[in-house]
């Protein structure tokens, strides 16, 4: 059904409307950021030297980049650790068994109902009070396992929901050819569900990325924590914490046009494009020898 059917064509004045609001918007917003930089410029927030600073070599190879190394190592632990624990209790929750499926759904309500910070905690004092992981390495095991746990539980349920969401036909048809539930399971439904619920996946990839910086309550030093650490030791704190901003905003970007190439692939594999048989111009059968 198309969107003339369903919404009414707005006519001229309220195209002009549209625009006269849009104009105004505009204006605001405009006025808006001449009013912060003018601010800014009269706290000397705009000195060329609070800026400079973030471009010196002892700045990247001391904060901005070990900051950033630890941001991805976490960050990529979390999502192939989440992917892992979200497809083990996905499809937990989906087994034939009532007993698998209501401890899968134990696990994972939990898991999700806990806030990601507390966990992080939790771990960090049970860790160091239980002195099986080297000290060091406290801080990074806890953001890992904390975002593991609550991320891999929400993927958890976005493989429950994306299975579900397929046509009944799928697994009607796989039973038709002699699948078992299992087999159909993870030979037709999941690879379909993922690729459908890819989107979804990546912006809990995002998530993952974004609360990694709360490891800095556990003395985890990630991209936010060193450059806090920065902007304090050099009087540009706003300064530090924009570049770090523009960093995570940079690598969510990549991350989401990768995504889109991934699905992009993904679908052109599974879309069945063939050459279709065309069937040849009347007349143009190949006849028969007839037998004298």
């Given at each position: 059904m198309s969107g003339a059917v369903l919404l009414d064509t707005p006519g001229p004045r309220a195209r002009r409307n549209t625009l006269v609001a849009n104009a105004v918007g505009g204006v605001v917003l405009v006025g808006i950021v001449v009013l912060v930089l003018w601010k800014l410029g009269q706290e000397g927030q705009l000195e060329a030297s609070r800026w400079t600073s973030l471009l010196t070599s002892a700045a990247w190879v001391n904060y901005f980049l070990p900051g950033l190394q630890n941001t991805v190592v976490a960050a990529l632990y979390a999502v192939v650790l989440s992917m892992a624990f979200g497809l083990f209790f996905g499809l937990g929750r989906l087994a034939p068994y009532a007993w698998v499926r209501w401890v899968a759904g134990t696990v994972v309500e939990f898991f999700r109902a806990v806030p990601v910070l507390l966990m992080m905690i939790a771990l960090w004092l049970g860790l160091g009070f239980a002195k099986v992981v080297p000290a060091p390495q406290i801080p990074l095991v806890a953001v890992v396992v904390a975002l593991t746990l609550y991320n891999g539980s929400v993927i958890a349920e976005l493989v429950r929901s994306g299975v579900h969401g397929l046509p009944k036909g799928q697994r009607e048809a796989a039973a038709a050819i002699g699948m078992t539930h299992t087999q159909s399971l993870r030979l037709v439904e999941l690879p379909q569900a993922l690729i459908a619920m890819l989107p979804s996946l990546v912006s809990q990839f995002v998530i993952i990325l974004k609360d990694s910086a709360l490891g800095y309550i556990v003395t985890f030093n990630e991209l936010l924590q060193l450059s806090r650490q920065f902007g304090a030791a050099n009087g540009n704190m706003l300064q530090s914490l924009a570049l770090c901003a523009a960093i995570f905003i940079a690598i969510?970007?990549?991350?989401?046009?990768?995504?889109?190439?991934?699905?992009?692939?993904?679908?052109?594999?599974?879309?069945?494009?063939?050459?279709?048989?065309?069937?040849p111009p009347p007349g143009a059968e190949r006849e028969e020898p007839v037998a004298a």
């Open positions: 969510n970007w990549l991350l989401t046009r990768f995504a889109d190439w991934v699905a992009t692939r993904l679908s052109h594999r599974t879309s069945g494009r063939t050459t279709p048989h065309v069937a």
